[in-house]
């Protein structure tokens, strides 16, 4: 690759609301790459290309078939439906999105 030339980030987004985190996410950044899933048959389409998986709910018995997956985020504020997973990568990182909706929580209660 050309020195100064960045490859696309390719973001694979799996949610109920993907296409409006992919609009989102468009705006913000326009030079990323995104994929959107619907459902499992076609998440396991794209599980060998996956790297940076932005997700609420993923299924976690297909995220051991993605060899090259090493960013997971998901959009809510737990982990649970991703971790404990002993046929995820090591290298792959968690994070999520604590604290995002306190504000709506505390209204709501």
Not at 24 to 39: A, L, M, Q, Y
Not at 70 to 86: C, K, Q, T, Y
Request: proline residues 7%; neutral net charge.
């Amino acid at each position: 690759m050309p020195s100064g030339t960045r490859e696309k980030t390719k973001i694979h987004i799996y949610s109920p609301f993907a296409n409006a985190l992919a609009d989102h996410i468009r705006k913000r950044f326009p030079d990323s790459e995104i994929v959107t899933i619907w459902g499992k048959e076609e998440f396991e389409k794209h599980a060998d290309e996956i790297e940076v998986l932005l997700c609420f709910r993923p299924p976690k018995e297909l995220l051991a078939q993605s060899p090259r997956i090493s960013w997971i985020m998901s959009v809510g504020a737990g982990v649970d439906s991703i971790l404990p997973n002993p046929g995820l990568r090591k290298e792959c990182v968690v994070t999520n999105a604590r604290g995002i909706h306190a504000a709506q929580i505390s209204e709501y209660v």
